[in-house]
T-cell receptor, first 118, second 114 residues
């Protein structure tokens, strides 16, 4: 079974631009979460989508947004990029979001998209 | 306020010895805890987890211990192997409806020397 895929793997943008990152979850997984990892920091939760609905949201400004499609693929968008947005953006998928066995909640991560804002 | 803390940024151990990675949390609502391993240029890989109703979970060379009264968990790797060298993240979740929202520590870099 193919793992979580993220595109593109690397991206360079300038301040003020916007960017869209894509994530394809493992086949059959319905929950997709996004995390930001900056140098020296742990992973910071951005948001989670399940069945095309945002279920949870982290403490990020409104410039960060996302969506999920009917095939569970997800995109996140960052508008008006700032230098501090330079980070590794990770997507994780899990089989279910609630009501199942605990193992079904295990999140599987993609390789990430490395975004550099100049 | 950082709710999950890994106070040791790095740890170095000899091959064959035990590696003990520690994690502290402050939110008493956390009820599920996970450890992930991350190699450079890859996403984190799930290692082992533990529910708050247990105090120990073992999977091969990996054992996670949970001390709820101290709000502390630890990951033991025995015996340590050079391939275990990676960054280890501790994570915690709060309730089933938040299964997709994990709070991570900053990570501990483990180096296992041959």
């Amino acid at each position: 079974k193919a793992g979580v895929t993220q595109t593109p793997r690397y991206l360079i943008k300038t301040r003020g631009q916007q960017v869209t990152l894509s994530c394809s979850p493992i086949s059959g997984h319905r929950s997709v979460s996004w995390y930001q990892q900056t140098p020296g920091q742990g992973l910071q939760f951005l948001f989670e989508y399940f069945s095309e609905t945002q279920r949870n949201k982290g403490n990020f400004p409104g410039r960060f947004s996302g969506r999920q499609f009917s095939n569970s693929r997800s995109e996140m968008n960052v508008s008006t990029l700032e230098l501090g947005d330079s980070a590794l953006y990770l997507c994780a998928s899990s089989l279910v979001a609630s009501g199942g066995a605990l193992k079904a909640y295990t999140q599987y991560f993609g390789p990430g998209t490395r975004l550099t804002v100049l | 306020d950082q709710q999950v803390k890994q106070n040791s940024p790095s740890l170095s151990v000899q091959e064959g010895r035990i590696s003990i990675l520690n994690c502290d949390y402050t939110n008493s609502m956390f009820d599920y805890f996970l450890w992930y391993k991350k190699y450079p240029a890859e996403g984190p890989t799930f290692l082992i987890s533990i529910s708050s109703i247990k105090d120990k979970n073992e999977d091969g060379r990996f054992t996670v211990f949970l001390n709820k009264s101290a709000k502390h968990l630890s990951l033991h790797i025995v015996p340590s192997q050079p391939g275990d060298s990676a960054v280890y993240f501790c994570a915690a979740r709060c309730g089933n409806t938040n299964a997709g929202k994990s709070t991570f520590g900053d990570g501990t870099t483990l180096t296992v020397k041959p």
